[in-house]
């Protein structure tokens, strides 16, 4: 049961709080830790989701170091009974003498296991310094494992970053990782010029006579032309200028991060086979269904990464109309469960290990086969010759008459569909200012975005008539009194769709 760690140099949020929460969810939850395996290491073929807040690598080092811990301890018993089987039968040992020893040896096992646990947590999963190398508290270390190689570690961090990569979904949804949708909106407008100005209350001379406007329509300027890149880069720059950049310190975000993604699916067809091996998985990953397409993503990490709102926007231009899209989704909290390792005990004195003695005594009942219920199964079936080495992926639904598609060649949809984040959030907010922040960053965000979209068309010689009216109608669907945290709240006139915590019931009480 060894603990070693390796210290790596840190990427952004390896020391975050929402990392360290979430190692320590792989040693309170079970289904989280199966979970985190299955995502990152069994669907290795998958790409891993991006990471927004936190580093993926520890979360998985200390999953396989808790579950190591398990199957040590299992190996142990089942090494244990197996000699005292041995010993009762050369008569070493008489019946009674043998029950005593497996029932210490159930117990033993268990009590060392959670002590080795608690062990790790109260010294390396506390709050520390958040830096690398510290020698108290949480530092980003993380323990050793052979299935933790260093191909799997480069592919991790190569694959969830998230800054202006390419992002590779496999659900329906491309803002993988992002959490759930708090706000959207779109927009398309006229880019017609600017009205060249009236003087002394005359037209300019020339202009065509409509009705309106003196019975005259004036003439426009000419519309500067540009690209979605230009203006994309402009919103970039500016954004992060006045928000972070170029304002007073106290007036800054920040956690506050602007970069362009592309979002495209992974899927591929391997040719031949309808049930791919370990080798055809790992194999090429550059096939793609469709074109992506380019979103600027504008986050902000709080609460020390626990509370990520993020803003999807893109822009399109057709013939003389710009299209504008807006996507707000929250990473809500983490699990209040994983915050009891803010509350263990700095040190493991005598008081708590005979507490944790007596407490493994009274819950040692079954403990040795609670983690091969539901597993057998699945373990005698790759027994058999022909499922040896092989993986069962999900394939689209067979609908022919002969069920054909048993004989079709394998889809293989290598995009994420979560992320170890996404798994571990809460259904509510812990703090109600944790919900006041998710709107309030919304807003600024919306806001800014909107202002600096008219900056661009107004140097562009646009008509910013449509723009501002448009531009009303979205801030006032979006007031003060709008709560857009209740899972059943969808306002179709101002394009609002709140979703988060669906389950969770209206915390709100207003509405667009």
Not at 184 to 195: D, K, M, T, Y
Not at 208 to 233: A, S, Y
Not at 404 to 432: C, I, P, Q
Request: hydrophobic fraction near 40%.
């Amino acid at each position: 049961m060894s603990t070693d760690t390796v210290t790596v140099t840190a990427p952004p949020n390896a020391t975050s709080d929402a990392t360290r929460l979430l190692c320590a969810g792989t040693y309170f939850d079970p289904v989280y830790r199966t979970a985190v395996i299955r995502e990152l290491l069994t669907h290795r073929y998958r790409v891993v989701a991006p990471s927004y807040g936190y580093d993926a690598v520890p979360v998985l080092a200390h999953a396989l170091a808790a579950r190591r811990l398990q199957r040590v301890r299992l190996a142990v018993l089942a090494a244990g009974a197996v000699l005292t089987w041995v010993l009762m039968a050369v008569g070493f040992l008489n019946g009674f003498t043998a029950v005593l020893v497996l029932l210490w040896l159930l117990w033993a096992t268990a009590y060392f296991r959670r002590l080795v646990t608690l062990q790790l947590l109260v010294s390396r999963l506390r709050p520390g310094t958040g830096t690398p190398g510290a020698t108290s508290g949480f530092d980003g270390a993380y323990p050793e494992h052979p299935e933790l190689t260093s191909d799997l570690v480069s592919k991790i961090k190569r694959e969830q970053a998230s800054d202006g990569t390419v992002v590779r979904y496999g659900g329906y949804k491309p803002f993988v990782g992002a959490g759930e949708q708090v706000r959207r909106w779109s927009n398309a407008e006229l880019l017609i010029g600017a009205p060249l100005p009236v003087f002394d209350g005359q037209p300019v001379p020339g202009a065509l006579p409509v009705p309106g406007v003196n019975g005259l329509e004036p003439k426009r300027k000419e519309v500067i032309p540009f690209t979605v890149e230009e203006m994309t880069e402009y919103v970039a720059g500016r954004m992060a200028a006045r928000l972070r950049d170029q304002t007073r310190p106290e007036e800054r975000i920040d956690g506050l991060a602007v970069e362009e993604s592309t979002f495209t699916t992974a899927v591929t067809t391997l040719r031949g086979v309808t049930e791919p091996t370990l080798d055809q998985l790992d194999g090429p990953r550059d096939d793609t269904y469709d074109a992506g397409r380019s979103y600027l993503c504008i986050r902000v990490g709080s609460w020390d990464q626990e509370l990520v709102t993020t803003a999807f926007v893109g822009f399109d231009l057709k013939g003389n109309t710009l299209h504008s899209e807006f996507y707000s989704y929250v990473l809500g909290p983490i699990k209040k469960s994983f915050r009891l390792v803010d509350r263990l005990p700095a040190a493991l004195d005598g008081g708590l290990l005979l507490k944790l003695a007596w407490h493994t005594l009274r819950g040692s009942s079954g403990s040795a086969v609670r983690p091969l219920r539901g597993k057998a199964g699945s373990q005698l079936s790759e027994l058999l010759p022909w499922r040896r080495n092989r993986i069962r992926v999900p394939q689209p639904a067979d609908s022919s008459e002969f069920g054909l598609g048993r004989y079709a060649d394998a889809m293989l949809n290598r995009g994420a569909v979560t992320s170890v984040r996404e798994m571990a959030t809460s259904a509510t907010f812990h703090h109600f200012f944790q919900e006041t922040d998710t709107i309030k960053y919304t807003q600024i965000v919306e806001r800014q975005l909107l202002q600096t979209v008219r900056d661009f068309l107004y140097e562009h010689n646009v008509d910013l008539t449509e723009h501002e009216a448009r531009q009303t109608n979205i801030l006032n669907a979006y007031g003060h009194n709008n709560s857009f945290v209740n899972g059943n709240n969808n306002t179709t006139n101002s394009g609002t769709q709140n979703q988060f915590g669906g389950s969770q019931g209206a915390k709100g009480t207003g509405s667009a």
